[in-house]
């Protein structure tokens, strides 16, 4: 059974720091990422890595948020962490992990179930 799940969000004050956290289980995933929903607005990719390891952020949180994996011993289970710095009212919203399995060019897209972020000013 492949699960995706998330922990970590709080409410914070603004400069504040948060670290989110997710584990993917149950397959080989290839791409993690973090994408974040608020109010009225679409969902947006914020940061994300490659099975290579090749990293990627929205413009609105580069030096700010840091994306990092931790490979597991089991080849079933990757876990990604997302360090948010010096947050902002901006970046309150619902965020998301999305773990990707890579099969024969097909992929998969896994969420999970959303931990909320907020920043208070």
């Known amino acids: 059974q492949v699960q995706v799940v998330e922990s970590g969000g709080s409410l914070v004050h603004a400069g504040g720091s948060l670290r989110l956290s997710c584990t993917g289980s149950g397959t080989i995933f290839s791409t993690l990422g973090w994408y974040r929903q608020a109010p009225g607005k679409e969902r947006e990719l914020v940061a994300s890595?490659?099975?290579?390891?090749?990293?990627?952020?929205?413009?609105s949180v580069k030096g700010r948020f840091t994306i990092a994996v931790d490979n597991a011993k089991d080849a079933l289970s990757r876990s990604v962490y997302l360090q948010m710095d010096s947050l902002s009212p901006e970046d309150t919203a619902v965020y998301y992990c999305k773990a990707v399995r890579s099969y024969f060019g097909y992929n998969t897209d896994y969420w999970g179930q959303g931990t909320q972020v907020t920043v208070s000013s």
């Open positions: 890595v490659s099975s290579g390891g090749t990293t990627t952020y929205a413009d």
